[in-house]
């Protein structure tokens, strides 16, 4: 995201910049909304909901929202399931394969902080904000479609609102 | 076909004063043993005529404290009767003979009980790090007063 990143900086500098730089953004804010392609992956029984709602009777496709097997191709991930100690690792490697901008829906109790995992247990992570950072939580156990539905909105709105330099992770931290 | 009659004479008289407590009510009959004669009893279960018990369907530990249980599940392909085997070890450093030479299937259940609970497989060819994260350096999480990193205990409810 080099050069993206230095844009705004240029821009700024000219005269007019300022006009140029935000319709820019809203374009490429609206293109990048309206385009999230997803990582299939789920480690438990969230993931059942998440291909429910990729399937016909909910349809993410009507979001241009598509799977795909990469992290290379990817724009966003949904934690759909439990993440143990031993899967932690990986989820991390997942996510740094993801190309930029890339946001995560923690989805589910046990994505969001261990769910019914929570107490007593020695194998599972406690939150998968604890190896990657999360875009939007989604609580339930699982969640149904509505609200993974809700989530990819919310997520939406959030990408909206985005500046033109916020793009990296550098910057979002 | 033997009924259970018959396991428990044949149990009896081949080790006796070593099988302490038989509990033949079908389905789930079991006999309780001495740890030291495990290899000795899956060796005639699985090798005597009326028996025929050489399929092993799991291995279970259980934490009881004072001691670790072990469970075995063992039935017959054949004559479709079936056998629970539970005998008890040390809770910590417990040492146990491994049945892998007789019925390949304990090997990964019993490797799986050494991580789990620290009980060792003796005679068993492949002990090593099963299903806990490769790094793992916090002891055995299946014991009851396991405490570990991040370990948080459910508060009591009133
Ligand atoms: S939150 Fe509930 S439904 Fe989702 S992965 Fe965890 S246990 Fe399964």
Redesign the interface.
Known sequence: MGVISKLPVVLERMPMGTVVATSLEKVLNEGRASSLWYLLFGTACCAIEMMCTGASRYDFDRFGMFFRASPRQADLMFVAGTIT??MAPRVKLLYEQMAEPRYVIAMGGCACNGGPF??????VL?GVDKVIPVDVYLPGCPPRPESLLEACLKLQQKIKKQKLGEWSSDIRG | MADTATITQLLTQRFPGQVTALDMVPPQTAATVDPAIVSELFAFLAENADLKMNYLSAISGIDRTDHIEIVYFVSSLEYKHKLTVKTRVERIGGKINSIQHILPAANWFEREIWELFGVDFVGHPDLRRFLLPDDWNQGNPMLRDWEGEDFIRMPEVQ
């Open positions: 100690h031993k929570h107490y007593d247990t020695y194998a406690k």
